[in-house]
């Protein structure tokens, strides 16, 4: 009798395992899972925390670097605006050449008026950068309405960095009278930026 009961308590037992193992495998796997999407999510946390991080600490440029670059910027506007006034055949894109030529000119003054007052004072190189040149270069093989959207998408492209330049420089610079001239000219570039971006909406 006593073996009878224990091959039944043994059968019963291993029925039960039997039982519980196809179950326990799928608990083990939605575990898994749950794991595996916990971790996904925290790694894409991570990396949008870590964005706006280096965002935040984005360093400002030097001063001779933002005065360099403000340079270049001035004279890369000036050289384009000046092939887009002869060879635009928009009018509005030939107004904004025209204004391109004025602003940049005396944004130019006031970058080269400030730096010169910093401690020790700073000497602006316009001198334009392979990029800058490069894209003058295909400016002068356009005509006609293709010279119109590649002026236009370079001064789009242009303005938002050099906008992206003042509002960093302004906010973070540490050569005071340069950080005072990026806040005066920010407005401006922004102004320009708004227009290219009216002119690209109704090519």
Do not use: W
Not at 138 to 161: N, P
């Amino acid at each position: 009798m006593r073996g009878t009961m224990a091959t039944v308590a043994l059968a019963a037992l291993a029925c039960t395992l039997a039982g519980c193992g196809p179950k326990a495998n799928e608990q083990a796997s939605a575990a898994g899972n749950s794991v595996t999407n916990v971790s996904e999510a925290t790694g894409s946390m991570i990396a949008n925390a870590a964005g706006s991080v280096k965002e935040t600490v984005t360093p400002a440029p030097s001063g001779q670097e933002f005065a360099d670059k403000a340079a270049k910027s001035d004279a890369f506007e000036i050289a384009s605006a000046k092939l887009a006034r002869s060879r635009a055949t928009s009018t509005d894109l030939k107004s904004f050449a025209s204004m391109m030529i004025e602003d940049h000119t005396a944004s130019t003054a006031k970058i080269k008026k400030a730096a010169a007052e910093a401690q020790p004072a700073i000497t602006p190189d316009p001198t334009l950068t392979d990029d800058q040149a490069g894209k003058l270069d295909d400016l002068r093989k356009k005509a006609g309405a293709d010279f119109d959207k590649e002026y236009t998408s370079q001064q789009v492209d242009a303005h938002e960095k050099a906008l992206s330049l003042m509002t960093l420089y302004a906010d973070k610079g540490d050569v005071a009278s340069l950080k005072t001239a990026a806040a005066e000219i920010k407005p401006k570039v922004q102004a320009h930026l708004d227009r290219i971006k009216a002119i690209e909406s109704q090519q």
